[in-house]
T-cell receptor, first 117, second 112 residues
Framework: GAGVSQSPSNKVTEKGKDVELRCDPI?????LYWYRQSLGQGLEFLIY????????KSGLPSDRFSAERTGGSVSTLTIQRTQQEDSAVYLC???????????????FGPGTRLTVL | DAKTTQPPSMDCAEGRAANLPCNHS???????VYWYRQIHSQGPQYIIH???NNETNEMASLIITEDRKSSTLILPHATLRDTAVYYCIANPSGGSNYKLTFGKGTLLTVNP
C-alpha cells in the first residue's frame, strides 16, 4: 500500500525566498507530524495535527514557519524568508487514531532535503 | 521522558542475530520502550514497542528486563538491508508522547 509521500524530494532555494513543502499522509491516518533533521543531528519536532483538534505548534522554531492541513489529509509546511540555518531534511509522518492514549507508531515519509544558499 | 543510552556502533555478520542493547534506568511506570531505525537517506521506520512483556513481530523481538531498566532489540537473521541507525526511546502513554525525540542511536553495520 501507499506510504507517506513528500514533495519535492529536494529543494534548493536562495536565502530570503519562501518555500512550500508538501506531505501526503497514509489514507485514513488522522494524525500528522512534521519534524526536521539537520545534518548529524537528531529529530526535531515541529508541529502535530490530530483530526479537527487545534494543532500543537509548540515545535515551530520561529514565526517564519507555518503549516496547514486541508481536509484532514494533505499538509503543507511553509517557510517564509528562508535562512541558511533552515537547511535540513524535513520529515512528515502520520499515524492512525490514538487508542487509549498510547502513541501509535508513526509512519515516516522519505523527507524533503532543503538547502538554502 | 527517560534518557536512554545505546552503544554508538555495532557490527554483525549477515545471517546472524543482531542484539542491540539499550539502557533506560530512569524509565517510569507509564513509559513504553520504542525502537525505530533509519536507513541512510530515508525517513525513520518504526520497528517495535513494549511496556514490560517481551514482544515479537515480523521485524524483530524486544526483550525487556524484569526491572525495565534495560532492553534488547533482536534482529534474528540480519541482512545487509538492516544496516541502519537504531534508536531506542522511552515514550509515555498520553500527554505529548507524539513528540518523538531520537538520541544518537546505534549504527548497526551488517557485514557480508
Amino acid at each position: 500500500g501507499a506510504g507517506v509521500s513528500q514533495s519535492p524530494s529536494n529543494k534548493v532555494t536562495e536565502k530570503g525566498k519562501d518555500v512550500e513543502l508538501r506531505c501526503d499522509p497514509i489514507s485514513g491516518h488522522t494524525a500528522l507530524y512534521w519534524y526536521r533533521q539537520s545534518l548529524g543531528q537528531g529529530l526535531e519536532f515541529l508541529i502535530y495535527f490530530q483530526g479537527n483538534s487545534a494543532p500543537d505548534k509548540s515545535g515551530l522554531p520561529s514565526d517564519r514557519f507555518s503549516a496547514e492541513r486541508t481536509g484532514g489529509s494533505v499538509s503543507t509546511l511553509t517557510i517564509q524568508r528562508t535562512q541558511q540555518e533552515d537547511s535540513a531534511v524535513y520529515l512528515c509522518a502520520s499515524s492512525p487514531a490514538r487508542r487509549g492514549g498510547l502513541n501509535n507508531e508513526q509512519f515516516f515519509g522519505p523527507g524533503t532535503r532543503l538547502t538554502v544558499l | 521522558d527517560a534518557k536512554t543510552t545505546q552503544p554508538p556502533s555495532m557490527d554483525c555478520a549477515e545471517g546472524r542475530a543482531a542484539n542491540l542493547p539499550c539502557n533506560h534506568s530512569t524509565i517510569s511506570g507509564n513509559e513504553y520502550v520504542y525502537w525505530y531505525r533509519q536507513i541512510h537517506s530515508q525517513g525513520p521506520q518504526y520497528i517495535i514497542h513494549g511496556l514490560k512483556n517481551n514482544e515479537t513481530n515480523e521485524m524483530a523481538s524486544l526483550i525487556i528486563t524484569e526491572d525495565r531498566k534495560s532492553s534488547t532489540l533482536i534482529l534474528p537473521h540480519a541482512t545487509l538491508r538492516d544496516t541502519a541507525v537504531y534508536y531506542c526511546i522511552a515514550n509515555p502513554s498520553g500527554g505529548s508522547n507524539y513528540k518523538l525525540t531520537f538520541g544518537k542511536g546505534t549504527l548497526l553495520t551488517v557485514n557480508p
